[in-house]
């Protein structure tokens, strides 16, 4: 009795050792982890979301722009741009007036002639066309109304044919320059431009929109300026077009001498570090973090965000303190865990030894809970769950009532049997051969699988044992493993109720366009050998012998008088006064020298 208690006493200092330990590794490991996870956590939250938005920004301008643009192409049909000018300007003039990063909008042909509304330096509608084998460019300016207010013409050197943006772009593709500098108004921008081609795959003209990206360098500054960070756009070409720092052109990262966190963040990004840390003005600490994505099929922009050290701080001083916090709350309940810890210990062992007895009792829907923190306990539980999904199976293969003997009586499985007067009964798909060949294998499988379920559970609900399924056959016997009532009336019983349930099924399958089976069934009864045949190894719970053979012929001899269910003479003299039965015949049945009497049931 003293050294149980000394077993206990030590097990019990273990477990007190064990959670001090364990208490120490939370708190650290929470710290660490909250730190850690404060700084990367936050970092890429928040670059992904404001990606995510900057990509859905220019995702906007350039998905509303492809379309605006091939609505414009496709508008024109002949080679000559300026044979619609009224109905393309007044398209033109819906884009400039609908979208403040349109810069202006213009088609060309061919033959040179150009068709542009733009918005700066004032609003125009320009031409240019070839008049007398010269090229004269006309403006007309317009006011708010767009009403025109002055003309302006003069000789024009500009052949819209030889620009990148008419000469480079590619049949049904959208082609998108890479950002300059315009002319007019010094603005960074990019143009997008889209052909049009005849029904002889020839180019005919090709439509332009001159885009701004002012609009996206003012929203990187205004999602910024939310999280005290600064962000930078840097196209394929390794330059700054938008950022927080409000520049107006281009940043040519490898050149400029500016000293800012974003610079030196937008460099080591584009050496190949995904993330890191930088140091800007006055030798202040920034985190950074870079996410490429793409624009077209050929060019690709990035996404650099920098955020100060000291807001990463802030946050993990607010760590410290819900640590501190969370450790006097642990200290506090610790205490608790020791008094409860012994019913955590005994509450699911004594769960374990109720499942357990509901498994011997074979019921196999109790609910095993494995969901104990104790490791012991923990296994035990999954233990059970696994043992009861063994037996579970194991009753497919052997009939539930031979299982549940065995558990009952303590005994193993060995080869043997006895002889038994069994009700016996064997079934048939007729012309089953012929359903398979027009049948896929995933589509037999289902229905076969089907027809089963629903045969078996007939037998079953009448406690009967299925022997086996012989290909589309089935073999099954009542009598055995336990005894019960009547056999034979529940075997005649269940071969009507198959058949009954056999046509409703039919007609369901008739409409589903499925092919409809047809069943055979042969019943007798007799002493029959049941028991376990086989080897030490491997052995089926079966039944042999001459009346499952008889059994086996008369669901055969169906086919010869064009019946669905025959019984023997056996059967008939039993329960002829239950079921309205007729004779059939007298034949010989194959392997008997005499001969036997056959009845069917009437319908």
């Known amino acids: 009795m003293k050294s149980k208690l000394n077993l206990i006493s030590v097990r019990f200092s273990m477990v007190l050792i064990a959670m001090i330990v364990s208490f120490s590794v939370i708190i650290m490991s929470y710290n660490f982890h909250r730190s850690t996870q404060n ?8 670059t992904d979301s404001i990606t995510d938005n900057i990509i859905e920004k220019t995702n906007y301008y350039l998905n509303k722009t492809n379309t605006h643009i091939k609505v414009l192409a496709n508008n024109n049909e002949i080679n000559n741009v300026l044979y619609s000018k009224d109905k393309n300007v007044e398209i033109m003039k819906q884009y400039v007036y609908s979208e403040e990063h349109i810069a202006s909008v213009y088609l060309a042909d061919t033959a040179g002639n150009f068709l542009q509304l733009r918005r700066n330096p004032k609003l125009a509608v320009r031409t240019i066309e070839t008049i007398d084998d010269k090229r004269v460019e006309f403006f007309e300016y317009k006011d708010p109304e767009f009403k025109t207010y002055s003309y302006e013409s003069f000789t024009s050197k500009y052949n ?8 480079y772009v590619e049949k049904e593709k959208i082609r998108i320059s890479d950002p300059y500098i315009y002319a007019l108004d010094k603005k960074l921008g990019l143009t997008i431009s889209y052909p049009k081609y005849n029904k002889y795959n020839e180019k005919i003209l090709v439509a332009g929109i001159d885009i701004t990206l002012e609009s996206l360098s003012k929203f990187l500054q205004n999602e910024a300026k939310k999280i005290n960070a600064s962000v930078a756009l840097v196209d394929n070409s390794n330059r700054i077009i938008a950022s927080s720092l409000k520049n107006k052109g281009f940043i040519d990262i490898a050149k400029t001498q500016h000293k800012s966190e974003i610079i030196h963040a937008s460099k080591k990004y584009l050496e190949g570090s995904q993330n890191g840390k930088v140091l800007g ?4 600490s920034f985190a950074f973090v870079g996410k490429t994505f793409k624009i077209d099929d050929t060019k690709s922009w990035h996404i650099i965000l920098t955020i100060p050290e000291k807001t990463i701080i802030q946050d993990l001083e607010k760590t410290l303190f819900e640590t501190i916090l969370i450790s006097a709350v642990i200290i506090l309940i610790f205490i608790f865990i020791a ?3 012994s019913k955590k210990l005994t509450k699911p062992i004594i769960q374990i030894s109720k499942d357990m007895e509901e498994l011997h009792q074979l019921n196999l829907d109790v609910n095993i809970k494995a969901d104990s923190n104790i490791v012991e306990i923990n296994q035990a539980q999954n233990s059970l769950v696994s043992l009861r999904s063994g037996i ?3 009753t497919k293969y052997m009939p539930v009532d031979l299982v549940r003997i065995l558990i009952k009586t303590n005994q193993e499985a060995i080869i043997g049997g006895v002889e038994k007067d069994l ?5 048939d798909i007729e012309s089953f051969t012929t359903i398979s060949e027009t049948m896929s294998p995933a589509e037999l499988t289902s229905q076969l699988s089907e027809y089963f379920n629903e045969m078996s559970n007939i037998i079953g609900q ?8 012989i290909g589309d056959a089935i073999m099954a016997f009542w009598g055995a493993p336990l005894e019960i009532d009547n056999p034979i009336e529940r075997a005649v019983s269940t071969a009507i109720l198959m058949q009954e349930k056999l046509s409703l099924m039919n007609s369901k399958w008739a409409s589903e366009g499925k092919a409809q089976f047809k069943t055979r069934i042969g019943v007798h009864y007799g002493q029959t050998l049941v028991g376990n045949i086989g080897g030490d190894e491997r052995m089926n719970y079966t039944i042999i012998g001459d009346c499952v053979n008889v059994a086996s012929r008369l669901e055969g001899i169906n086919k010869k008088y064009g019946t669905n269910i025959m019984v023997s003479e056996e059967v008939y003299h039993l329960v002829n006064d239950k079921f309205d039965m007729r004779y059939v015949d007298d034949i010989e049945l194959k392997g008997k020298t005499s001969k036997t009497k056959i009845y069917t049931l009437n319908k």
Request: hydrophobic letters at 40%; glycine letters at 2%; zero cysteines.
């Open 39 to 46: 700084i990367y956590s936050f970092l890429y939250k928040i």
């Open 160 to 167: 819209p044919t030889v620009r990148h943006w008419y000469k």
């Open 281 to 284: 003005l006055n030798d202040e």
């Open 339 to 341: 008094i409860l810890i």
């Open 392 to 394: 579970r199976s194991f």
């Open 423 to 427: 009700a016996i009964m064997f079934t």
């Open 462 to 469: 009448s406690q009967g044992t299925v022997d086996k399924y």
